[in-house]
């Protein structure tokens, strides 16, 4: 369970994943928290204390180090024993380790960087709703947008040097994901978008949506 989901930026309430976990003891449910720093007031499922329940994040989001491959779990004692039993030895090297440690000592870094992302999530969701576009409701950076032809639309970003996720892989072929860089590569963004927007916007009104619904 991906949550904050990807790519939707939507939120499974925990007080769901309690009963979820209470009604099938039996079952491992495995958590993915990798977006949680990026979501307001977000309560992970660390607090929920089942013992059926492993949570997983990655430091490659909030912290960039995407090239160390960098993460962490969090469960009961009997799972984790059992992670310990079956995991490939030297499995994180010591230069992670040492990043990942000087990391987690600056907090202060930390959220200053989510305050100037959250920030520039807002700004560039208010310009691309100025060209006529909806991007959908999300609880962290990235979020959702019907385009009518993912593929399509991506094809024509890169054109301009600009890459979006086509979400076909996703199951939303009609939907790209879009997240805020650098505040001259957000300018680049919507210049792009401004170029290619009359012809996609009415290729995409004439397209029957399934699946979300922009609003």
Known sequence: ICNPNNPTGTILPSEILRRWCLAHPDTLFVVDESYHAFAMGFQSAISLGCENLLVVRSMTKDYALAALRLGYAVGAEMVIEALRRVRPAWNV?????????????DEEHLHRSLEVLLGATRVLRQEIHTLGWKPLPSAVHFFLMHVGNGAAFRSALLRYGILVRDCASFGLPAYVRIAPRRPEENVRLIAALRA????????????????????
């Open 93 to 105: 090297n010591a230069l992670a380790q040492a990043a990942g440690l000087a990391a987690l000592s």
């Open 196 to 215: 290619i927007t009359p012809s996609f916007l009415r290729h995409r009104d004439s397209c029957v949506e399934e699946g979300y619904v922009a609003e």
